[in-house]
């Protein structure tokens, strides 16, 4: 069992830069996958961008490329999701999720054992 807790949230303007962090706890953090997904106004829970348990593979969704970097520290059990060039439409409420079963890159939310409660960002144009 892990417990995820996600925070760095906040309101911005457009352009603007968040960095999102998980802190994990329970088991060792390096055994999982991890995620990120978000969950906007009246929209249903996407893939954000995902990395595998020694940061070797990472995966964005198309929408995020070049701007989003997932990163983790193992020895901090923490997970990192570092946003730059942020647009209004991101607007959403951020999970990181954690993964025992999938050994590299989990694009899926039905993939992900654990969920944080969430944290909100919030975009101004």
């Known amino acids: 069992q892990v417990q995820l807790v996600e925070s760095g949230g906040g309101l911005v303007q457009a352009g603007d830069s968040l960095r999102l962090s998980c802190a994990a706890s329970?088991?060792?953090?390096?055994?999982?996958?991890m995620g990120w997904f978000r969950q906007g106004p009246g929209k249903e829970r996407e893939f954000v961008a995902g990395?595998?348990?020694?940061?070797?593979?990472?995966s964005y969704t198309d929408s995020v490329k070049g701007r989003f970097t997932i990163s983790r520290d193992n020895a901090k059990n923490t997970l990192y999701l570092q946003m730059n060039s942020l647009r209004a439409e991101e607007t959403a409420v951020y999970y990181c999720?954690?993964?025992?079963?999938?050994?590299?890159?989990?694009?899926?939310?039905?993939?992900?054992?654990?969920w944080g409660q969430g944290t909100q960002v919030t975009v101004s144009s």
């Open positions: 999720a954690a993964s025992l079963t999938i050994s590299v890159v989990a694009l899926r939310a039905n993939e992900y054992d654990y």
């Open positions: 329970g088991r060792t953090f390096g055994s999982y996958t």
């Open positions: 990395i595998s348990r020694s940061s070797a593979r990472t």
